[in-house]
């Protein structure tokens, strides 16, 4: 019998992450071009309109790279799990919707360090 409530319990966690993911998936839906305003407005300043044109030749170029990886990076600069003063009191101002944005913007962008897919 009590399997038999495990079993539902465990239903019903399921389902609630399923709604979750259900409305986590909506919010995150990103829009490249709200991250290209963002980007223009702000970090072409140093990373380039581009993306490919840093200001500085030890900035990192943006343009085509992984969207997951620029998204993991700015959230890490957000939380301090990645430490730099510039960038991180840059990632310090953004939502998770500019992240979100940010990173497909940059990610959509001819690169020069990979592959296109
Ligand atoms: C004042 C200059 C400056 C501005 C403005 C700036 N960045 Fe940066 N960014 C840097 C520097 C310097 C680094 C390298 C930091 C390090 O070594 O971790 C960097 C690194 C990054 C990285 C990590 C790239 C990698 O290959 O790991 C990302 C992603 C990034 N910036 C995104 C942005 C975004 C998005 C914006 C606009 C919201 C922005 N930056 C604005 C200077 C800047």
């Known amino acids: 019998m009590s399997d038999l409530r495990f079993f539902r319990s465990g239903g019903i966690a399921a389902l609630a992450g399923t709604f979750a993911l259900f409305v986590a998936g909506g919010a995150q839906a990103a829009d490249i071009a709200q991250g290209k305003e963002k980007a223009d407005q702000v970090c072409a300043a140093c990373h380039g309109k581009d993306g490919n044109t840093p200001i500085d030749p030890s900035y990192p170029r943006l343009a085509g790279q992984h969207g997951d990886y620029l998204r993991h990076a700015l959230r890490a600069y ?7 003063p510039i960038m ?3 990632a310090k101002q953004l939502s998770r919707a500019d992240i979100d944005n ?7 962008l001819p690169g020069q360090l990979s592959h296109q897919r």
Do not use: E, H, I, M
């Open 78 to 84: 957000q939380t301090d799990q990645r430490k730099n």
């Open 88 to 90: 991180g009191a840059q």
């Open 102 to 108: 940010l990173a497909a913007f940059y990610a959509s």
